[in-house]
């Protein structure tokens, strides 16, 4: 900024001032903190000075009196160096920079790292982040895109810029942390650190869940693709109970502190239900209007036995869930928008709308009453932990299955806490709604950062009236009684009966679809067998260019064919999750290896050999899983009209 004896030139910027190259580069990228920064008044900018090799550093003072030194006095590029020299940039292609002062070490960081790092810059103070825009051209390093950069103390707002990084970061990032800046804000910090391992724990699990799971998904969605096509679209929902209040009932040992509440609340709130507490409810007199349920296992089906034949609860479920949960259920079906099932059936473009992808069926039960439209959303017996040292709420499924173990030796109670002792390699100390300590696991400790990743997004108000369980970040606790006194006094209106029922007559064109499938998933496995022996060839050849040059050429030829075949590799790919999770992890480590030349061409072959080999074997397992599923279309088209009836 130019001082001025005209106070209306106080701040005019010379043309070539770093900070309008910064600021038009911040604008393209993040606006939010581009607009945050340009607020700022000229007097919160720090003074510089500069240091003996020329470059500017600057010496602030502390709240108890002390100066520090942000950087070296005499060489501040030149310290910033040996702070990277510290660390494996070779090896990484994530970073945490803890503090930014004026960048050097953030500049130097995004130079020597691969063109594929991403570097997550922490820095509390927008002054400092201004001071250095002022005085530094960063522009290019902004423009680049690769470095992120979070300002507040907002835990949602750090896990929804992580979130599209969660697989870079189940690779392990690493941390640089700015001491100077650390001193000066150290509980911040301490703090944001915390919501880094909690962030590092929620990717873990959810690659880890996604891995494991990946291909009975595809299962499951294929086996239900008839239900899909047949039901009724989440659209006739949107907005339907718009500005009114949605209890959603889990079943957290909470739970029943105030089960009791729920009684006669369905006619003044919707009542959305997980599936492990439907049948419960319905024994109490309680009929939800909505139960969900995306757990792709068989045993969830238990949670749908013995319902009455006249339920009008309607199950909203993604079509990942195990298709017993379909057969059993006797109400109205609503199945969610996919991708993998849009692609199986493209033909018919029955674009259903989707939702959030939801951890549990809590997680899809908050989207269901946003989707519908509900201010308040209250929750109820969702603890997230073992409270009293308790797993569920009594009455639901699981007593079943303890049942033949229970004596007067061996209680409920006992065999809840035995389940929660078995897992205590996992156990983590969290605090409760009262500050509390009280544990709870890895698994449900993921959860709760969804949730609180969901919380800061959501334009409802969300009440906490479980009454228990852990501390959730983003919500008002308050008792369900009050909740009910101050939100729900006023009756519900009565629903359009819009309901479509399903029809066979939809399985000639499922079939027509899958058989399309079947035969670019044949065609996949073909390439995918000419294309091995042309990259063995390759790999043995890599020392001789001029061969190695025509049978890329010959390679080249079969991945345009893959190429035209990309929607159904793609659900291809969806049987063999980890082969993609490798890739990544080779495609990183070798973007960080720096190697070039021969070497990186050799490497670069193998990964390919190992992938088409993955290729072809899941092609030729996702030809196996159409064939099945076609055959018991075929079979359902045959048999007597019954529940699906025209």
């Known amino acids: 900024m130019i001082q001025s004896a005209d106070p209306s030139c106080r701040f005019a910027l010379a043309a070539d001032a770093p900070l309008l190259a910064n600021l038009a ?45 942000l950087h070296s006095r005499h060489q501040p590029i030149e310290e910033a160096g ?8 070779s090896e990484k292609t994530f970073f945490y920079v803890l503090g930014f002062a004026l960048g050097y070490h953030v500049q130097l960081l995004w130079e020597r790292a691969c063109q594929e790092a991403v570097i997550l810059v922490i820095e509390p103070d927008p002054a400092m982040l201004l001071t250095a825009l002022l005085h530094r051209d960063m522009s290019a390093m902004i423009e680049s ?17 992580l979130t599209p990084y969660s697989a870079m970061v189940t690779l392990g990032p ?41 291909a009975k998904t595809a299962q499951n969605i294929a086996a239900n693709i008839f239900r899909y096509a047949a039901t009724a679209s989440l659209d006739r929902l949107k907005n339907r109970y ?9 079943a957290g040992p909470s739970l029943r502190k105030n089960q009791h509440q729920l009684n006669g609340l369905s006619e003044n709130a919707v009542i959305v239900a997980v599936q492990t507490t439907l049948q419960p409810l319905l024994q109490m007199g309680v009929e939800p209007h909505f139960v969900t349920s995306l757990d792709y296992h068989e045993i969830c089906s238990r949670f749908f036995e013995k319902l009455p034949p006249t339920l009008r ?19 109205p079906v609503t199945v969610i928008g996919n991708d993998f099932a849009e692609s199986l059936l493209r033909e018919m473009e029955l674009g259903k709308p989707k939702l959030t992808a939801g951890a549990t069926v809590a997680h899809l039960a908050f989207y269901v009453a946003e989707h519908l439209g509900c201010d308040p959303i209250i929750f109820v017996g969702q603890d997230l932990g073992f409270s009293d040292g308790l797993c569920y709420a009594p009455g639901t499924s699981y007593d079943d299955v303890w049942q033949p173990e229970l004596s007067r030796f061996c209680t409920l109670e006992m065999k809840q806490w035995e389940q929660i002792v078995r897992e205590r390699h996992i156990l983590r100390r969290i605090p409760d709604q009262q500050g509390r300590p009280m544990y709870t696991e890895e698994r449900l400790y993921t959860y709760l950062q969804q949730f609180e990743r969901d919380f800061g997004q959501s334009k409802a108000r969300i009440i906490d009236a479980t009454e228990g369980g852990a501390l959730k970040r983003g919500t008002l606790i308050m008792p369900l ?88 590799y793609d659900q291809v790919m969806q049987l063999t999750q980890e082969t993609e999770l490798k ?50 279309l075929s079979e359902q088209e045959e048999a007597p009209r019954g529940r699906y009836a025209a």
């Open 145 to 161: 895109r690769r470095v992120l950069f979070f300002c507040t103390d907002d835990k949602s707002q750090l896990l929804a810029l």
């Open 583 to 632: 890739r990544f992890s080779r495609d990183r480590d070798l973007a960080a290896s720096g190697a070039d030349g021969v070497e990186r061409q050799r490497r670069q072959i193998t990964r390919d050999i190992e992938n088409v080999q993955a290729v072809r074997d899941a092609a030729r397992a996702f030809d196996s899983l159409v064939t099945q599923v076609m055959s018991t």
């Open 242 to 250: 718009a500005g009114l209040p949605a209890v959603i009932v889990s």
């Open 481 to 568: 009684a009050q909740a009910i006194e101050q939100f729900c006094s006023q009756p519900l209106p009565v629903p359009p009966l819009d309901y479509v029922a399903q029809t066979v007559d939809l399985i000639p064109r499922c079939l027509q679809s899958l058989a399309l499938r079947q035969e670019e998933a044949v065609r996949i496995r073909e390439i995918a067998q000419q294309t091995l022996p042309l990259l063995e060839e390759a790999r043995d050849c890599v020392q001789d260019q001029a061969h190695l040059n025509r049978v890329i050429a010959e390679v080249d030829v079969l991945r345009a064919q893959m190429n035209e075949l990309g929607r159904t």
């Open 313 to 331: 609860t309607e199950l909203v479920a993604e079509p990942k869930a195990t298709p017993g949960v379909f057969d059993l259920f006797p109400g």
């Open 82 to 89: 040996r702070q990277i020299d510290r660390l494996s940039v």
């Open 25 to 69: 580069a911040l604008w393209t990228v993040n606006a939010a903190l581009a607009r945050t920064l340009e607020s700022l008044d000229e007097s919160a900018v720090y003074p510089v000075t500069p240091s003996r090799s020329g470059p500017p550093t600057v010496s602030l003072q502390t709240n108890d009196g002390r100066n520090i030194q």
């Open 174 to 214: 690493q941390t640089l942390t700015h001491g100077p800046s650390v001193q000066r804000f150290a509980d911040y910090f301490a703090q944001v650190k915390i919501w880094l391992e909690e962030f590092a724990a929620f990717s873990n699990t959810s690659i880890t869940t996604l891995v494991m799971n990946s």
